[in-house]
């Protein structure tokens, strides 16, 4: 990125593309701009709509998976979804609900348009769901904020999502302690769910791809080792199958398929 400063909430560029709307065009969303759709078709060219879309979707699947095994096997009752995009088909408020229709489900994104247009396709889930302008970077504006207070409970235990969306923080912005200071609010019995793009299996040149793709974004795209990933669950204890590719976190029959281009994994609070 060449950006220098995180980006501000409550701020929008029609001029700039926006990883949450890039997603949604990913995804067959409508919710996008002609820049979003132009940055995201150089990526779909550079590696391919098949490889483009089966990464995408393998992100989704890995979240529905986790939010379904979080609600029937841990209880967890109420989730929060940092970077989440629009709320498109196949999301969390859906997957929680479809356990217990009671669920509450926060989705937070720093991309105005996400609340703007995540109001109205939340309309179906009442006052279930709804939708936090914030910035991840900001653990204590999430928090914090009324909106989470009226219907987050920190008390109980929460499930904190963060799925394809670290890979956007800068090594200086120090995403460790950014985790850290979520972990220290969380309730025992609380998970974290996480999914990244890892530096392992990627080609070099297919990052380099990427990254330069991004670079008009208001947000980087960095790739980590998998000990830089790992490192993010400290504190969380990693339940089965650990740190693995989204395709093969717990696949719903049979072994899953998967790039091996993102590393995903799920930890609990003791």
């Not at 989730?79 to 229709?101: C, E, R």
């Not at 109980?156 to 670290?166: H, R």
Request: net charge negative.
């Amino acid at each position: 990125m060449t950006t220098d400063s995180p980006p501000q909430k409550g701020t929008f560029s029609p001029d700039r593309p926006s990883p949450a709307r890039m997603y949604d065009y990913f995804l067959h969303g409508t919710d996008n701009f002609p820049v979003d759709r132009a940055a995201a078709d150089q990526v779909i060219e550079r590696l391919g709509v098949t490889l483009t879309r089966s990464v995408v979707w393998e992100n989704r699947h890995f979240l529905v998976r986790t939010v379904r095994h979080l609600a029937a096997e841990y209880g967890v009752r109420q989730f929060i979804d940092v970077g989440a995009g629009l709320p498109s088909v196949d999301n969390t408020h859906q997957a929680a609900h479809s356990v217990d229709p009671q669920a509450r489900v926060l989705y937070v994104d720093n991309d105005p348009i996400v609340a703007e247009h995540g109001e109205r396709l939340l309309k179906g889930a009442g006052e279930r769901a709804r939708v936090l302008t914030a910035d991840l970077r900001e653990p204590e504006a999430i928090l914090d904020s009324p909106v989470t207070r009226d219907l987050i409970d920190l008390s109980q235990p929460v499930g904190l999502l963060f799925i394809a969306v670290f890979h956007f923080v800068k090594p200086e912005e120090d995403p460790r302690d950014i985790m850290a200071r979520f972990r220290e609010r969380l309730a025992p019995g609380s998970c974290m769910a996480l999914s990244h793009l890892s530096s392992g299996d990627s080609p070099e040149e297919e990052q380099r791809l990427m990254q330069d793709t991004y670079k008009n974004s208001p947000a980087p795209m960095i790739y980590r080792t998998p000990e830089e990933i790992g490192s993010l669950f400290d504190g969380f204890e990693l339940l089965s199958p650990g740190l693995v590719p989204p395709g093969l976190w717990r696949p719903d029959s049979g072994r899953g398929e998967s790039t091996k281009r993102f590393l995903s994994g799920v930890g609990r609070l003791a």
